[in-house]
């Protein structure tokens, strides 16, 4: 399996398929909105599916004041076995439209998780990873008959074991993560405040909104700019306003008219952000490769021009056929600043100046300008 742990390079960008349905919601149930899809047009995607809590009374605090949990006839299920064959279901459903490089990512609880992953497995998806979403302000557990529920499981799988070039967007993670790699265990607040939908009567309109912030991290982890991502639980709408912000199509089915009709409405209001926000992150091995030689041709750097290090220590001339010399020593940039400082490596782009009436100019900058010239 190889997974292409940049996403689109910069200079590749993917097709823009503007229109005012780029991102959707369709009300009614999603394996009869699935079999109307193509085969294989799905980037990504994002369920939440109901999770079977099987609750058999009202859930009361120690007051006896009612808990507003979940007790919808969505969430119910006659056994475990009907469960399953509802998991199967949609799940083949969702296998049918993802394209081969697809991921997808499912969320449940200690409920329904691990029967949900079996049936992956099952039907030949790859578990790439299990995240833990830790929540800081979990719901109390008013019995104290257990510990207290503060996490919750998302499965992040590929469509098939032999998957290649899925996308995870490995370097501009870890470059928002201040240069750390990412972990599997994120901490998320519970969607609360002004983010969570109320209805008319001023309670919540759905009782397992998740937050935007898990959403945006999952969606900027594995997918990429114009992907379509699909949810075929879509509730109140989350992953559909986070994948439109984020400049991502959208397609989602909700059985629930009243929550359906509440998801186009929030959708409806989202603006993406504007483009340079959402550009591929671009790493030096997908930038355009800039011989040195590229800017003596530009002019940007003359021949017999001379290069030093920031303090100055070291002088080398440049020579008309993009070579430097260090008196006798002639090579490249990356050879003669690693013989200048006695080392084994070194990187000439970072290492060598040239002197500008402004001061020094690292040539580094001047290879950018030049990959800006080739940028589409």
Request: aromatic letters at 8%; one cysteine or more.
């Amino acid at each position: 399996m190889v997974e292409s742990r940049r996403g689109a390079p910069g200079r590749a960008p993917r097709l823009t398929h503007e229109s005012k349905d780029s991102a959707r919601v369709i009300a009614g149930d999603c394996l009869a909105g699935m079999a109307a899809l193509p085969a294989a047009c799905v980037d990504l995607v994002f369920a939440d599916p109901p999770y079977n809590l099987q609750l058999q009374s009202d859930l009361r605090r120690p007051d006896d004041s009612k808990v507003d949990a979940v007790d919808d006839d969505w969430d119910k299920f006659s056994s475990f076995s009907a469960y399953d064959g509802f998991t199967r279901a949609w799940l083949s459903a969702c296998r049918r439209v993802m394209k081969p490089a697809a991921t997808l990512w499912v969320i449940g609880s200690y409920h329904n998780i691990f029967r949900v992953g079996a049936v992956l497995q099952d039907l030949g998806f790859w578990i790439l990873n299990d995240v833990v979403w830790r929540k800081t302000n979990p719901m109390p557990n008013f019995r104290g008959r257990r510990f207290t529920n503060a996490h919750e499981t998302l499965i992040w799988a590929a469509r098939e074991p032999n998957a290649k070039g899925y996308t995870f967007n490995y370097e501009a993670l870890k470059a928002g993560n201040e240069d750390v790699q990412v972990r599997s265990d994120w901490t998320i607040p519970l969607c609360t405040g002004e983010e969570r939908l109320k209805g008319r009567d001023g309670k919540k309109l759905h009782p397992t909104q998740k937050p935007e912030a898990l959403l945006a991290r999952a969606i900027l982890s594995a997918s990429r700019p114009d992907d379509l991502v699909l949810d075929p639980f879509c509730g109140s709408g989350t992953t559909g306003a986070v994948a439109k912000r984020l400049g991502r199509r959208f397609v989602g089915f909700e059985r629930e008219e009243k929550y359906a009709r509440a998801a186009q409405k929030r959708i409806a209001a989202v603006k993406p952000l504007e483009a340079p926000s959402l550009a591929p992150f671009m790493t030096a091995r997908d930038a355009p490769r800039v011989p040195f030689a590229a800017l003596i041709e530009r002019g940007l750097v003359s021949p017999g021009a001379k290069l030093v290090d920031a303090r100055k220590r070291h002088r080398a001339l440049v020579r008309a056929d993009g070579a430097i010399a260090l008196g006798e020593k002639v090579g490249s940039i990356h050879r003669i600043g690693a013989l200048a400082q006695g080392l084994d490596a070194c990187n000439g782009w970072t290492f060598w100046h040239v002197e500008t009436p402004k001061g020094l100019t690292v040539i580094d900058d001047l290879r950018a300008r030049v990959r800006a010239e080739m940028a589409p």
